[in-house]
């Protein structure tokens, strides 16, 4: 494909959005890595626990970022920065408001949560602990998603990649210090990076202040404002959460199959993962290129940048395919496997690797849709489409890993109708402020 100013535009915030998604997961992985050298096996699997529980809280959350980006571009694009930064300003309001409340509501709640997880009592307790530690670093982590989507909006993904690479070293350093050097334990790893993100954090309250001040922009909370986002982002919580019951679905159908079908699905979700990073970044691209040209009333732009940011989803999706087929041989060594989890993991790839192309648009366009406020919508279509897949699911559970693979296929190939036919027509074309 030929570059032209488009392509270098949605690079220049697609890349530096990328690595941004990457370093995300390294905290986590950090912290394993730490856990499991200083403090065995039990401490690894409390890890484990405390770590889904938390996750699952910060994407039911990534409205934050996502429905921040939306209306901090769309002002911007209408020449509004006074309204971009005011947008700012009551994201974060609300991540801190909504970090607060799940401290006040989870902390109180962390034994019977830990306990729906079937852990041993060892792991239940160490569990609790790192649970409720690091339930204090939720306003700051919810603060950095916030931040993230204001700095998106603004159409700069360059410093949200500098914070996250920051905060990932000084997490990593905390977590050795406290855990192998201090001889904290659990709680070490959970106050490393409680502190690690909640100075991520102060950074981007640090970077908005000075645009809003610079703008004569109040800090104040705006009641108004922060009911305002918190409307626009139920719409994308529902979204997400219709996300989470598939791939939760998806886990416990993979589970009742056995051990080695759920290994070999479990190390084929991981590399799925590592592949929507790639695709998730065009989208970021997208989310903020879209509501910058509508909110300048410029609808050509945004067709034509849609159209382009699809090209690149569906050549992106090629080569991520090609990449999974090329790489199949190696995979299953690099996960240490099994023989019987080798097997079903090199026929696991396949489908992988083919929906890599269907993944690309529909990552794309969900990002636009996003971009150009059309939450309701993919609300909506969030709830249809997991409908489609759950049947999908059933049926397929009886035939196998392979199988319920192709069932994810079915509710992304029920993701891009919905959205194709969603951009195909003029009602997500709203322009102005």
């Known amino acids: 494909m030929l570059i032209t100013p488009r392509d270098r535009e949605i690079l220049r915030l697609a890349v530096p959005a990328f690595g941004a998604l990457v370093a995300e997961p390294l905290f986590l992985l950090a912290d394993y890595a730490i856990v499991g050298h200083g403090l065995g096996t039990t401490a690894v699997g409390a890890l484990g626990v405390a770590g889904m529980v938390l996750s699952t809280l910060m994407n039911l959350c990534v409205f934050l970022a996502y429905g ?86 603004l159409q700069d993904t360059v410093t949200p990649l500098v914070v996250a690479v920051g905060s990932f070293a000084l997490n990593a350093v905390l977590n050795a210090w406290f855990v192998l050097g201090l001889g904290w334990g659990i709680a070490g790893s959970a106050w490393g990076t409680v502190l690690a993100q909640t100075l991520g954090a102060a950074v981007y309250i640090v970077v908005v202040a000075r645009g809003a001040l610079r703008l004569g922009t109040s800090l104040a909370p705006d009641l108004a404002g922060i009911r305002q986002a918190g409307t626009a982002g139920f719409a994308l919580l529902i979204r997400t959460v219709c996300l989470r019951i598939v791939l939760l679905a998806a886990t ?49 732009t945004t067709r034509a940048a849609t159209r382009r940011m699809v090209q690149w989803g569906v050549w992106s999706g090629v080569v ?73 699911a059933v049926l397929a559970a009886g035939y196998g890993v392979v199988a319920l693979w192709c069932a994810l296929g079915v509710w992304m190939i029920a993701r891009l109708i919905t959205l194709v036919r969603r951009a195909a027509g003029t009602a997500w074309l709203v322009t102005g402020a």
């Open 68 to 153: 921040t980006t939306a209306s901090v571009a769309r002002q911007t694009g209408a020449g509004n920065h006074t309204r971009a930064m005011r947008g700012g300003v009551d994201g974060i309001w609300l991540a801190l408001g909504i970090g607060v409340a799940l401290i006040l509501v989870i902390w109180p709640l962390a034994p019977a949560v830990v306990e729906l997880f079937g852990a041993s009592a060892g792991q239940s307790a160490q569990a609790v602990t790192y649970l409720r530690i690091s339930l204090l670093g939720a306003p700051g982590m919810l603060v950095v998603l916030a931040g993230t989507g204001v700095l998106r909006g």
């Open 252 to 300: 416990a159908f993979a589970t009742r199959m056995g051990e080695g079908e759920l290994a070999a699905y479990a190390i084929a979700t991981q590399v799925w993962t590592l592949l929507a990073f790639a695709l998730d970044a065009i989208a970021i691209a997208g989310q903020a290129i879209t509501g910058r040209s509508l909110g300048a009333g410029d609808t050509a």
């Open 320 to 392: 991520l395919g090609v990449l999974v087929v090329a790489a199949r041989p190696v995979l299953p060594g690099l996960f240490d496997a099994d023989p019987e989890v080798t097997g079903l993991l090199l026929d696991v790839l396949w489908p992988v690797a083919l929906f890599q192309p269907i993944c690309g648009v529909v990552f794309v366009l969900d990002g636009v849709l996003i971009g150009a406020g059309d939450q309701r919508y993919l609300a909506w279509a969030g709830v249809w489409t997991t409908l489609a897949y759950l049947p999908a």
